[in-house]
């Protein structure tokens, strides 16, 4: 009995309609699992806060360059990269582990976003998010970054004297930066009557630095100064500038001031004349009027008197007829058989007149 071949192809209709019945739903199942994976990496990689995140760790992990770039911050004359780096370390702290991200969504538009980010729980900074014309996996937005918050840089104020050049930050600091009258003076030589009082003195205002990396002061002749740190405060940071003493200089001036010293007080114990100790003051001051005047009958008697070992501090150099040095000796005497010992410590400040080194000024250290 032959078999009927309408039965064969009823047969093949139902397998194919089992199959299809099976890889239909599969396909679409696939495709819709793709697409919601596609979604998932967009949200995780395209997201406004993922956008920040990836700003924030390019600081943690020192790619400064590209941080910058995110926000549109461009190195300067004295910031450059290594200066923005140090400045965000100080900013946020050297460790970032930690960030919170809180939109304000009054402020939202249809082009951008703007967020609150709370870094280390120390610092919140605020962001503008703008969208680009870029979109990715044609659905996701791309976003621009701008900082709101201002970064809060310092101006750098050097007090120095005439023939010094200064670099901050490996750049050279030009004469647009010194002010028209300088915001200090010397004010030990006030004192003297004449024009011997005056000492030339500058000062260097240079705004906008992010962070001092390296400041280096040299003479005309490349000599290295000393550079002070003397505050950081209010958004100043002010530096003074001791300039370099040759041994000769030092030798020469701590020999003056030690005899100087001596003999000072010497004049004060009632051990010497003021005749003897005049001819080293420079008598155009107000400390020759007031020695001359001096009373010293409150000095305590004593049958002699002596100096132990001569220390010397804070030599600074101001110009070739200017300087200053501390001197610090033991001043002992002998009274009733037995031996009392005093520490005596001076700044003196000393004026060369006619190639000798006199006093000017002179305090109590």
């Known amino acids: 009995m032959m078999k009927n071949p309408e039965n064969k192809k009823s047969k093949k209709r139902i397998h194919g309609g089992w199959i299809a019945a099976i890889l239909i739903p599969i396909l679409i199942v696939s495709s819709l699992l793709f697409v919601f994976s596609k979604y998932l990496y967009g949200v995780e990689y395209y997201s406004p806060t993922v956008t920040l995140e990836k700003y924030i760790d390019y600081i943690r992990t020192s790619q400064y360059e590209k941080a910058m770039q995110m926000v549109g911050l461009k190195a300067s004359n004295f910031n450059g990269t290594k200066e923005y780096g140090t400045y965000f370390k100080q900013l946020y702290g050297a460790n970032i582990s930690d960030m919170a991200f809180t939109e304000r969504k009054l402020k939202r538009t249809n082009n951008s976003l703007f967020y609150d980010v709370r870094i280390n729980n120390k610092i919140t900074q605020n962001f503008k998010l703008t969208k680009t014309d870029v979109k990715k996996m044609y659905i996701f937005d791309t976003w621009n970054i701008e900082l709101l918050s201002p970064l809060t840089f310092k101006t750098v104020i050097i007090r120095t004297l005439p023939g010094i050049d200064f670099t901050i930050n490996g750049k050279s600091v030009g004469k647009e930066y010194i002010l028209p009258v300088a915001d200090y003076s010397i004010d030990n030589y006030k004192n003297v009557k004449d024009s011997n009082k005056n000492i030339t003195v500058k000062t260097l205002k240079i705004p906008e630095i992010a962070v001092v990396s390296s400041i280096e002061a040299l003479t005309s002749s490349g000599a290295k100064c000393k550079v002070d740190l003397l505050s950081d405060k209010n958004q100043e940071i002010t530096y003074s500038v001791k300039m370099p003493i040759s041994e000769s200089f030092s030798t020469e001036i701590k020999s003056a001031a030690e005899k100087i010293t001596k003999k ?98 002179l305090s109590i250290a």
Do not use: C
Request: charged share 20%; glycine share 6%.
């Open 264 to 361: 000072y007080t010497e004049y004060v114990q009632k051990e010497t004349s003021f005749s003897k100790l005049s001819p080293m003051i420079y008598k155009n001051t107000k400390i020759y009027d007031d020695l001359r005047t001096f009373y010293n009958g409150w000095a305590t008697p004593h049958d002699s008197q002596g100096f132990g070992e001569v220390k010397f501090f804070d030599l600074q150099y101001f110009d070739d007829n200017h300087t200053t040095v501390g001197v610090e000796f033991n001043y002992f005497v002998f009274k009733f058989g037995k031996r009392f010992d005093y520490t005596v410590n001076y700044h003196v400040y000393m004026l060369k007149v006619n190639g000798i080194w006199m006093l000017a000024d």
